[in-house]
């Protein structure tokens, strides 16, 4: 075989149990078929987390996984997924982050390193190049993720460890606790950080000392300045290094569907007091950027009077501003900023904690739950004394806390109603977009792998609201009109294809995919300039549909079926009625029947059918079938 | 004389300086190589480029005892072929701008008068160009940038 370059071609498996490791190696056909990162841990996963396993036992197993690109100067190639069965929806869970954990893994030799079993005692994993340590981790048991950071870096007495850590809500079994690298790079959605704190281990610091090796520098060199130039020069530039996606907030909400109050209504009347632009003018103080990026579009922001003075942070992003303002009726920019900020330091996930929270202030408005059952809390939109406190009760799942601990959907079912209000999709929390809005986003979080979210698909084509891309692209004028309901199950199926690929080699999908820099054909050239491996473009988007289709295959193991694949009834059956979203629902089924279509699924159950897993080269998951 | 400078409010840590350095020298791509390091306070969300500032006194220079480190062409240069990994040179160093890699002292070439960090820095962190003594280490501008923001670790 040729020299594959790129690639470390090497995964660090790591047995918790009986405090052992040993390498192995990542083949050819893996890299062709499955290109990287999220691709890698779906097949790993799929391959050896079988139906039935507890999230939460040892049998369970925590995959990181990073991409050819990463460890290079492929701008914005920075990211890894980490992958397990999520504790907090029982299926696929996943979640991706940013940073420089994921170079990291690529300079101590390493594509992919998984957790297996679970730890006789608290421990942090040291790994250095080829040697692995199992260190004591009990002076970091209830700390921080800030706190975890600092101890290993001054215990390690290397400022250059890269570390990823869960925080106290994970170690109390909070089911969305996240995985937290740089301190605020989040991978938190799907619970991993309770998966890994479930494994008796708080941290993963890796150091290496090697290096990446491209197959062909010059022309590597030859693109990436040419993909510099273009990110400078693109339209978004200004924007994204100003506002991150902060700038969202504004446009959501003039387009309507800004989720308010729980997604009671799709415009925030006080959006302008908690907007990416306020942030930006009064509170922001420098970008900050992951590893080897050329649009550094995050952010500090410092907080200098006030109540709040010398409160300060990186970020934040839309998702999290949203999530405590407009979603829960809060106009106190500061105030959000301090529940992020708390967020962080716990490791909890702020969408699934808006999710959840938001769930409850609308119980609590409609005269369905009471300041009894929460323990004196007034769960009043807008009250954020009340979410600051009850974001300590959740992770430490204490009182109310703990009732909201283990999602919303267990939380309607502990108290017995609410169950219509709970914005999810698969026990997963939605995102900051109402899909009256944006039917192809619907349609994507109906789908979704790892259950209700965007970043599987994340149509953003349908934004341009122009017929002649959606007639010249899909062959459907409507697929790129937002308020269309035709024509989308093509665009998703385009689009989760392509976010796949984008995933599995790990630069960044903001740039890469929401700027229209790294289509399939361009994809293909910048992976053989850098491995030496020719995927002709039209094995590049198979290779995303093997992805998605395995990642179904996995929930389709554990009973999941076309009937799983829901919206939350409000979307469905009531309009908004107010905003450039309002006076439409989201025709689902419309959209699923064309979605399998698409995909050679079954229509009926949902499911992959027996000639598109050999298609794509997964007969081995036929038996799987129900 | 023309030097790399540091406005460390700009530096947005992203590390490009290092895979561009060791890009540039090696082919590969590693940040034990390059002779740029980023110095990174995730607390704090601040960052400096560390890396030779061509000192006019260069007490590396003068503690080499192999005279490996010289001044030639308008940078200091290495000569790897006289350099014998003492490490003299990193404990002199005031702005730990040297390291050892492979038992050879890694220092800033300037990359022959068009230093790459510079050119490719995504914020223009980095300058070059005729500037005095740069003197200020990454603390001093990290205490300066707190006060500056109200930032307190």
Redesign the interface.
Known sequence: MARVYGYTGSLLRVDLTDQAYRTERINEAEMRGYLGGRGFNAKRLYDEVGAGVDPLGPGNKLIFGTGPLV???FPTASRFNVSAKSPHTGIFGDSNAGG?FAPEMK?AGYDQIVLEGRSPSLVYLYVKDDHVEFRDASAMKGRTV?EA??FMKGELGD??VQTVICGPAAEKGVRYGGLFA???RAASRTGMGTVMASKNVKALAVRG??????AE?EEF?RLVLKL?REIREHEQYSGRMRMGTTRILMMANEAGFLPTRNYMSGVYEHASMVSGERLAEEYN????????????C?R?Y???EGPH??L???GPEYEALGSFTSRIGNDDLEQALKAIDLCNQLGLDVLSVAGCVGWAMELYEAGQLTAEETGGLELTWGNTEALLKLIQLIAEREGFGDVLADGSVEAAERLGRGMDRTIQVKGMDLIMADPRGLKGFGLGYAVASRGGDHLRSEPFLELSDDPEIGERMFGVPESTMRLADRGKGRLVNYFEDWNAVIDSLEPCKNIMQNMMLLPFERVSEVLEVATGLRVTPEEMREAGARIVTLERMFGVREGLSRADDSLPSRFRESPLDEGASSGTVVDLDLMLDEYYAERGWDAATGHPTPGTLQRLGLGFAVADLP | MKRITVDA??C?????CE??C??HH????????SRVTV??D????L?YPLMCRQCSDCPPLKACPTQAINREGGSITVDWQACIGCGACVEECRYDAVELHDGKALMCDLCGGDPQCVA?C??GALDYSESPEFTETPWDAFDR?KEE????G
């Open positions: 460890g290079t100067m420089h300079f800030f950071d600092g400022r250059r740089n301190q605020v000392t090697g290096h990446v090796e491209v520098p060199e510099e103080v420098k970008n900050r950027g992951c590893f080897a990026c050329t649009i550094p995050s500090v410092s907080v200098r003075r010398g300060h942070g990186e | 409010g700009k947005a840590g992203c590390r490009q895979m561009v060791s890009f090696t082919k590969r791509f590693s940040p034990e190589t110095i990174k995730d607390s704090l969300g960052d490719r995504p914020t940038l923001w109200g930032i307190h």
